[in-house]
């Protein structure tokens, strides 16, 4: 090939490198400033606002380990809605699945007492992913076997997963005591807190590592963004989701079982989904009640969205939304800024993401109409 031929491919390449990047940047931007305007209208100081906010989530080392407590379970949701998004599979129903990877972890850890940390930890990691598997594999089956729609049936076992485990930690599981939760997790089946992993003479040395309450699952949830990364780029299983998301039937046409990938797709999606219910409970709570996620499923939509369903982009857009979750209080408190403009900066941010899905869309419809007109 000559080098005339290979110019323009790079430059494509670097392109569509700055598009993917470009394009969620400029999203985080323009939901600031739109909301910078809605703060001033209202009376508030948008610099202070956005001041606090940052105090509050990356200001301290403890700000900071707030930031990546908050952070957590939303990267392994978001790789699990990522996952299924790249396979054209829409499951909203991230959310039950993570409840039912805290209800295994709930009541296996019990019954793991006395065990070994390093058997206790990763059976428990594993029985959540199975019991999130578990949980998307009957829409799974509706989806490839008779087309039923992953949005509706996914959405719906996640009320069914909400009202079991309310059930549950209000009558059969719950330990003794007014408060409807679960017994406490023995000491083996929790994952420690980072600063704990260190003596007191090496913080009262190195400071920054008093990350507050923030635990192992971090290193959990980025371990797993690099295997589904390596999953979906380097193995055929991850050739077959994506060749399904693009194309269905020429993937068809090449050998690979829709139905199949479908099914191992949500499945996945499911898995990683059912490990952030694992890593909330085994090193936030330490037991399971009602609504111990704060929505972690849901958000983890806007945390694909926003990296453009790549699995190391997850990461620092996750920390984006753990940090506006983190830094909220202190932004309501110095500032004196209500808590749902952080919900307003949320929700600016999935429409332009969702605008530029909109605007390419309408682009590529107007080039098929003059090459159809030219033709």
């Not at 090939?1 to 598009?19: G, H, L, N, V, Y």
């Not at 972690?296 to 806007?302: D, E, R, V």
Request: proline letters at 5%; a positive charge; one cysteine or more.
């Amino acid at each position: 090939m000559s080098a005339e031929a290979e110019e323009p491919s790079t430059k494509r390449d670097w392109a569509a490198i700055a598009q993917k990047v470009g394009v969620p940047l400029a999203s985080v931007l323009l939901a600031m400033i739109i909301s910078s305007v809605i703060m001033w209208v209202s009376g508030y100081d948008p610099f202070a606002a956005f001041a606090a906010l940052f105090r509050g989530s990356f200001g301290t080392p403890k700000a900071f380990g707030d930031t990546l407590l908050k952070s957590t379970p939303l990267i392994l949701a978001g790789l699990g809605l990522a996952y299924g998004f790249r396979a054209n599979l829409f499951n909203i129903g991230a959310e039950g699945q993570l409840f039912m990877g805290g209800l295994a972890v709930a009541w296996l850890g019990l019954l793991l007492a006395g065990q070994p940390w390093w058997i206790t930890i990763p059976v428990l990691l594993l029985a959540a992913m199975l019991a999130g598997a578990a949980w998307a594999f009957i829409p799974a089956i509706l989806k490839a076997r008779i087309g039923a729609h992953e949005v509706i049936t996914t959405m719906m076992f996640t009320y069914i997963a909400r009202y079991l485990v309310s059930y549950l930690v209000i009558g059969p599981l719950k330990s003794p005591g007014q408060i409807p939760q679960t017994g406490l997790l023995p000491s083996e089946s929790q994952l420690p807190r980072i600063q704990s992993l260190f003596s007191e003479a090496t913080l009262q040395a190195m400071p920054f590592l008093k990350l507050g309450r923030a635990h192992t699952g971090i290193v959990v949830a980025l371990v797993a963004a690099v295997v589904v990364w390596w999953l979906l780029k380097y193995t055929t299983l991850g050739y077959e989701n994506r060749a399904v998301g693009y194309n269905p039937f020429a993937a068809e046409t090449g050998g690979i079982s829709v139905q199949w990938t479908i099914v191992k797709a949500l499945c996945i999606s499911g898995a990683l989904a059912g490990l952030a219910g694992a890593v909330e409970v085994m090193g936030v709570h330490y037991r399971l009640f009602d609504q111990f996620s704060s929505g972690f499923g849901f958000t983890g939509i806007a945390v694909a969205l926003l990296a453009k369903n790549h699995p190391i982009a997850v990461v620092p857009a996750a920390l984006l939304f753990g940090a506006m979750a983190a830094g909220g209080g202190t932004m309501q408190l110095e500032a004196n800024v209500p808590q749902k403009i952080i919900l307003i900066v949320q929700a600016l941010v999935i429409f332009f993401v969702a605008a530029e899905g909109i605007v390419t869309y309408f682009v590529r419809q107007r080039q098929k109409e003059a090459t159809s007109h030219v033709g």
